[in-house]
């Protein structure tokens, strides 16, 4: 109950497309879902976040897609460009909670010219 | 003026030895972790100290021991290092437990 589920494994889009990375999970107690970029040699890094209060949030052209009643969600990357080329992670937790944030298994996403 | 910073970088030691990772964070957080990365990417927590009090401590070898001398660092340290205990180690930081963590560039563990 704890996994989060995530596909696919890796991805390979062309420039200008839209990459769409999925995630499932089963604890309906968790509130906070994260979305993390890593790039080849560093950390991950938080790219964008949403609570079960909304459906969607974008910051430029990245998109978490909320879907609670399914309980997934999804991160859209718009005009993929080869610069997004990182190994993305979800992850989801409960806040305040001190459990831990349970990651997904990643995917590693190329996008080429 | 990094966020989160780990020393040292690249680590390449013998099966055997004993060493040590250090972490600090200045983002004024009040909770760190470690996480140990494997070659298949996998992010799996090992532990979680909220105010130099542990909070998470995962199915771990007891040959890792983490300190935290204060709320700023919180350092690993290996005994009898393990061809297994190669990986990236990453430390990471939050405001809350399990709220936005912010991770540290990794060290890198070779265990020969």
């Known amino acids: 109950q704890q996994q989060v589920k995530q596909s696919p494994q890796s991805l390979i889009v062309q420039k200008g497309g839209i990459s769409i990375i999925n995630c499932a999970y089963e604890n309906t107690a968790f509130d906070y879902f994260p979305w993390y970029q890593q790039f080849p040699g560093k950390g991950p890094a938080l790219l964008i976040a949403i609570r079960p209060d909304v459906s969607e949030k974008k910051e430029g052209r990245f998109t978490i897609s909320f879907n609670k009643s399914a309980k997934q969600f999804s991160l859209h990357i718009m005009d993929s460009q080869p610069g997004d080329s990182a190994t993305y992670f979800c992850a989801a937790s409960v806040v305040h909670n001190t459990d831990k944030l349970i990651f997904g298994t990643g995917t590693r996403l190329q996008v080429f010219p | 003026d990094t966020a989160v910073s780990q020393t040292p970088k690249y680590l390449v030691t013998q099966m055997g030895n004993d060493k040590s990772i250090k972490c600090e964070q200045n983002l004024g957080h009040d909770t760190m972790y470690w996480y140990k990365q494997d070659s298949k990417k996998f992010l799996k927590i090992m532990f979680s100290y909220n105010n130099k009090e542990l909070i998470i401590n995962e199915t771990v070898p007891n040959r890792f021991s983490p300190k935290s001398p204060d709320k700023a660092h919180l350092n690993l340290h290996i005994n009898s290092l393990e061809l297994g205990d190669s990986a990236v180690y990453f430390c990471?930081?939050?405001?809350?437990?399990?709220?936005?963590?912010?991770f540290g560039p990794g060290t890198r563990l070779t265990v020969t």
């Open positions: 990471a930081s939050s405001q809350e437990p399990s709220y936005e963590q912010y």
